[in-house]
């Protein structure tokens, strides 16, 4: 049997609805086995984020250096970065080992308004960690702040796309979670075509960590084989059980079911 590999180099979620929680479990869900560089821990719940305490660049790089010296991956995923300096450092790290399948969530602000990005962090991100992406997966409000536009309709999406496009990722896809309507609209951009992943908007306060689970499913479809478009599929149908069979915890924000798309049949 082939053991497939991915790692997530994200900040911990101690709800366990986004952050490396959410990429262990969905990587476990889709038969990838995963590892882990963590870069903040954060104290959360569905209410919100209670503290944010992000380690130093060089834990990270030791923690990127021990998985890929020794074991190797197939797709890895960024999440949380927090700062400048952390990013660099994962930046470094993809160019030492000439990581290929680069899927990068460029988290920035947490549902309740915290910050999980410095601001002056966005700059790195532009410039050190977007030119090696396979797949950059913004939100929308992300997607402006990198194109550094406002985007109300699907023509502000694919000129955001193309902007951000301009910074070296191969692929863009702007999620849609945030967009208004009765369907989610997921874009992808390959450089040279548009596609879109359409999904049926569920009417829940329960999406806390949506976009991690998403692009953690993206990876450990792209560490299997799939092409970004294959695995942008299998992500969107991911989310969607995860979402639709709920399994309200929390006062807040609960967490997505990260078993669903198995018990429904996926693989
Ligand atoms: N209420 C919802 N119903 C169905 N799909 C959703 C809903 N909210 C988000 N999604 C989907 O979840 C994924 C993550 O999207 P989004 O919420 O935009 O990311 P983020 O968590 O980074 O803000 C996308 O595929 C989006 O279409
Ligand atoms: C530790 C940590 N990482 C990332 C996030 C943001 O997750 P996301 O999937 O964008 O979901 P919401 O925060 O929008 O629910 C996080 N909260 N914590």
């Not at 902007?163 to 040279?192: C, M, Q, R, W």
Request: some cysteine.
């Amino acid at each position: 049997m082939t053991i497939r590999k991915a790692l997530t180099i994200a900040g911990s979620d101690s709800g366990g609805g986004a952050g490396i929680q959410a990429d262990l479990k969905t990587f476990q869900e889709l038969g990838v086995f995963g590892t882990s560089a963590l870069t903040a821990v954060t104290a959360q719940n569905t209410l919100g984020v209670h503290g944010v305490y992000p380690l130093t660049a060089e834990a990270v790089e030791k923690q990127i250096d021990a998985v890929l010296s020794d074991m190797g991956v197939d797709a890895l995923k960024t999440g949380m970065l927090f700062s400048a300096e952390i990013i660099e450092a994962a930046a470094r790290k993809l160019h030492e080992y000439e990581c290929q399948n680069v899927i990068v969530d460029p988290v920035m602000i947490a549902k309740g308004g915290a910050s999980l990005l410095q601001e002056e962090a966005t700059e790195a991100l532009k410039k050190v960690l977007l030119p090696r992406a396979l797949v950059v997966t913004p939100n929308i409000p992300e997607a402006e702040v990198i194109a550094g536009m406002t985007i109300t309709s699907e023509e502000d999406k694919k000129e955001a796309a193309k902007i951000i496009a301009s910074f070296g990722p191969k692929n863009v896809l702007i999620k849609g979670g945030h967009d208004e309507g009765t369907k989610t609209i997921d874009l992808l951009y390959d450089g040279k075509i548009f596609h879109t992943f359409l999904g049926k908007r569920i009417d829940t306060k329960d999406t806390h960590g949506t976009g991690c689970t998403f692009s953690a499913a993206m990876t450990a479809a792209i560490a299997k084989g799939a092409s970004v478009r294959v695995a942008a599929q299998t992500a969107k149908q991911f989310i969607q059980a995860a979402i639709e069979d709920g399994l309200y915890i929390g006062e807040g924000h609960g967490p997505t079911n990260h078993w669903a798309y198995r018990q429904r049949g996926g693989n």
